[in-house]
């Protein structure tokens, strides 16, 4: 398998046209590297399928592998635009009769995945380590389809605190899996899972509808003492046929008021249609929903949709509040929050797990904080017996004094 590199980003800069130019002009170069029994086609979008029969072992694959990365290195000029193009290959290979058409094509899809992870321009051949991690994402695949059903699903709440005084603000929904086998699945293993087949969009319905009736269940017992849930939505959820005609339906079916409900997506949720995802969104805020545009700084079109789309709150990466030492740090941080004022927006800072961060983001103007030096992550009888109060009792204000048992035991569900 081979896949371009940054392709999207040809299309966003030149136009589809020059885009379509480019790849007729890759296939050509590819297809000069190959023998004339080889075989070269075009899957979709910037995806290519080699097949090459005959080769006796395995170095023989990986050698043509070089030969493609040789044949993209000099720069390709189209219409006078000088443009580089670097490619994920993914490399399978089996001896006669080892393996069907359909396995090889799935192992050297995800060979071609873990050589885009390890940050592209390279080859990945699929070994034992690599079909390990095959089959184990098999697995989970197999699994997480019936994780719904049987219950394994969780959801753990972070507060979410006013910078200057610790106030209660809301909760931000962070998904747990407890498998049967496995114990506690980390998200960053079963949600690229969940989005490579299609099952996100039940999961990510399953995580709006439980917040809902959790809050609910808050303000019923502790009446606003939890303003707002902020729920993750992935890319491909707004993606997805009727992502909006869903948010409408939980809302409904649990009697939410839209306006204690805040959705969070990256700039990542546009990268594959921008227009299209704005159109998604918009139509999600009509119902009375908050935006929150997260991980804010992370990505190279943030400033745009900014601009092209009315979003609520910014959240700042993490990233930047862990390394606030830095005085250039300090002042990408001290900018974003003079950018998103300006704009009326209110920002939170992820992340914050000292006194000297929190004291670093308060001076910068943060609004809003959450981390670990407020509270770990809760479930929900925990927030009940460690943070609510009953209805007209005074505001909740973080850190709340801890004792190392209490940290022992919220520590098992730490995001």
Known sequence: FVDLDRFKQVNDQFGHHIGDRLLVAVAERLRRVLRAGDTLARLSGDEFVIVCEGLERAELAELVAQRVATALNPVFNVEGNSLHVTASVGLAFSGPGEEIPETLMRDADFAMYQAKQNGGRQHQLIDSAVRLAVNRRGGLAHDLRD?????????????IVAADNGELLGVEALLRWHHPDRGWVMPNDFLPVAESTGLICDIGEWVLTRACRDLAHWHELYGSAIPHVSVNVSPYQVMASGFETMVERVLQATGTDPAEIFLEVTESAFLEDGPR????????????????????GTGYSSLNYLRLFPFDVLKIDQVFIGSLDSPSTRTIVAAIIDLAHGLDLPVVAEGVETEQQLAQITDLGTDRAQGFHFCRPLLIEQIDQRLLQPAGAKPIRLPLPRNPTQLQALGDVAS
């Open 147 to 159: 994780a719904l059903t049987r219950g394994e699903f969780q959801l753990a709440y972070q507060p």
């Open 277 to 296: 995802a704005l159109s998604v969104l918009e139509e999600t805020k009509n119902l009375g929903v908050g935006l929150i545009l997260d991980d804010f």
